[in-house]
């Protein structure tokens, strides 16, 4: 499905130009950056491999002559949310993404409490901090 010219035109008469997408690396996130991408909008693309990264960074410039930022990192750390703040401190970012995510299932006191705390770490603390930091 592509993006409708008049909500394009609506983004783009009311948003920067750069558009970053959290967990770009897969599933809706991915999506979200190549339709993006197709509408005109540069990228600043995140996720923790590396070489998916890579490879939408070059699909995004293939197919659409798009600039895009690949940034490595896993979210849940603080370091490297702080990392991704340097990287693009000097980018016009009009819409912030805050996709990566995980969730988990099953019985909770069978879970694993450590994975269960990584989850709040990267769907909530990081989220709250980058909506802070890119909240306008
Ligand atoms: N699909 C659904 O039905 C559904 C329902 C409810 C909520 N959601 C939420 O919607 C978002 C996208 O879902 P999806 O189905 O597209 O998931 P997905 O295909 O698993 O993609 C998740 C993305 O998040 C990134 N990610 C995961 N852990 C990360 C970490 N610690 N640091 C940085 N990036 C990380 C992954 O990149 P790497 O693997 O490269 O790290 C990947 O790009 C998630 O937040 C998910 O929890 C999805």
Redesign the pocket.
Known sequence: MKIAQKTIKRLKSNYYEWVLV????????RELALKFGEAGFKLII????GK?LEALSAQLFDEYNTESIPVQ????IIEDVNKLFSEVSHLNIGIAIL?????TSGKFRASNIEQEVNMLD??CKAVLIMAHHFGF
């Open positions: 959290t967990g770009a690396t897969s599933g809706i996130g995140t996720g923790k491999r998916e990192g896993d979210l849940s996709n990566a995510g995980f969730g990267l769907n």
